[in-house]
């Protein structure tokens, strides 16, 4: 099985469509020692094709759109971050306390860009202030897993750097082997709003439909970045009082619209958002949003025929299963690192690819979900993990043929225009096919800056 067709199938694809994709394989797109450029196309691949179906059925044509991938485009808006410009400004997108650390016995790997992190690593440590030098100090000390321990509990990120062969007998990763890729459940038939048939261009296959986005950081907004380039009416909500980077919030804010809630304050707010929603994406640690009720399984109970959609770091289950993390510490926890370095000296993926691909995925696993809704008027509840992708990748995608094209430079797939937080250069985006958009509607707005009601 090719990783296209893994994906397609994990989202529930009709493997008879797979006919419909072809691709432009590039050589020097995403090099790697694992196969990132084939899954990265797999799951761009399987969110175009996605698009296309919905698109097919809602526009009521005779068969599906084709659909083209291209390394060249799939490679530069896997690292999208790295291509965006502010006024001429490129954004610093890891802080000074957020790297690979030496510990007594192995490597540490934090992350500390929002302040709460930062502020909890030296905490942890025992040390006075967020001092790269004596924080250096204070890890060297310590076995690099009592670290991790002593960081966590602290409220901040850290993991020890593991080999695939100590990860693999983790229990967490034992957790993860055995789930799906992407988890599928339908649940109990509505009558869903009725979304109007789609016509003229582009073909918007998500035209219409409303998706509550309580994602953060990169996975969960590049999905809802990408369902917003579809035609959804995409609206992020934050609480006021947690923060977020504008630089990253540009540009993963594509398309979408932004504004400030708090869910256990402005409860009557939110739940009008919920009841006029076709769509819930969240992306926040598992068990942290049950309080207020907003779990996949109490939402699709409240409001059957609900497409929900969970994404995590580890998988809400297993003894990490509460636990925070990002695409920078699954690398390292997962051996990620280690083969694509040593253990002496720990590497990393060319981009941030667990983030991207599971954001692809998410989107694909939505859409899919949606034309199955149209059929039977079920809902369903989705989950996705950065370390379920991380064990596709290194155990279940091969590597491709040889491409009989270069990708030299990005310049082909950058796009510029202005926007509220001023003249943007961006990459555009990778998911194409026969008659869809090449760019989104709307640039990005400043977070926080829009009312929190539906168009």
Not at 52 to 70: F, H, I, K, N, Q
Not at 163 to 185: I, K, S
Not at 208 to 225: E, F, Q, S, Y
Not at 268 to 295: C, K, M, Q
């Amino acid at each position: 099985m090719t990783a296209l067709e893994s994906a397609w199938s994990a989202v529930g694809g009709d493997p008879a469509l797979l006919e419909r994709v072809s691709a432009v394989v590039r050589e020097g797109a995403l090099t790697a020692r694992l196969p990132v450029r084939e899954a990265a196309r797999a799951c761009v691949g399987a969110c175009a094709l996605a698009a296309a179906e919905a698109g097919a059925r809602r526009a009521g044509l005779a068969g599906v759109p084709a659909v083209r991938l291209d390394d060249g485009a799939i490679a530069t808006a896997f690292v999208s971050e790295r291509h965006l410009l502010v006024d001429g400004r490129a954004p610093v997108w890891f802080a000074p306390l957020s790297r690979f650390w030496p510990a007594a016995d192995g490597w540490v790997r934090t992350h500390a860009n929002y302040p709460h992190h930062r502020a909890a690593l030296p905490a942890a440590l025992g040390v006075s202030r967020e001092d790269p030098d004596a924080v250096a100090a204070a890890v060297a000390e310590r076995p690099a897993r009592e670290v991790e321990d002593a960081v966590y509990a602290a409220g901040g990120l850290a993991v020890a750097l593991r080999t695939p062969a100590e990860w693999a007998a983790h229990e967490q990763a034992v957790e993860v082997a055995r789930r799906p890729l992407v988890g599928r459940e339908r649940t109990a038939p509505a009558r869903a709003r009725a979304l109007p048939p789609l016509d003229g261009t582009p073909l918007l296959p998500a035209a219409g439909v409303r998706v509550l986005d309580l994602t953060r950081v990169i996975a969960g907004p590049v999905a809802t970045r990408t369902l917003a380039l579809l035609g959804a009416d995409v609206l992020r909500v934050d609480p006021p009082r947690l923060p977020e980077l504008a630089d990253q919030h540009t540009d993963t804010g594509f398309g979408k619209r932004s504004a400030l809630l708090d869910a256990a304050v402005d409860r009557r707010a939110l739940e009008e958002l919920l009841a006029a929603a076709d769509v819930v994406v969240t992306g926040y640690r598992p068990g942290s949003l049950d309080r207020l009720g907003l779990s996949a399984r109490a939402l699709t109970e409240r409001r059957p025929g609900l497409v929900v959609a969970e994404l995590s770091a580890w998988g809400a289950y297993g003894p990490w299963g509460g636990r925070r993390g990002f695409d920078s510490l699954v690398q390292a926890a997962t051996g990620i690192a280690v083969t694509e370095g040593s253990a002496e000296r720990p590497g990393a993926l060319p981009a941030q690819a667990l983030d991207h691909g599971t954001g692809y995925l998410l989107a694909a696993a939505v859409l899919r979900a949606l034309t199955d809704r149209s059929e039977d008027g079920r809902g369903s509840r989705l989950s996705l993990s950065l370390a379920r992708t991380a064990h596709w990748l290194t155990h279940e995608v091969a590597r491709g043929p040889a491409g009989d094209a270069v990708y030299e430079a990005p310049d082909a797939w950058l796009a510029e225009r202005d926007g509220p937080p001023g003249r943007l250069r961006y990459a555009l985006p990778p998911v194409s096919f026969e008659g869809g958009p090449r760019d989104w509607a709307r640039p990005p707005g400043v977070w926080g800056a829009d009312p929190a009601r539906w168009l």
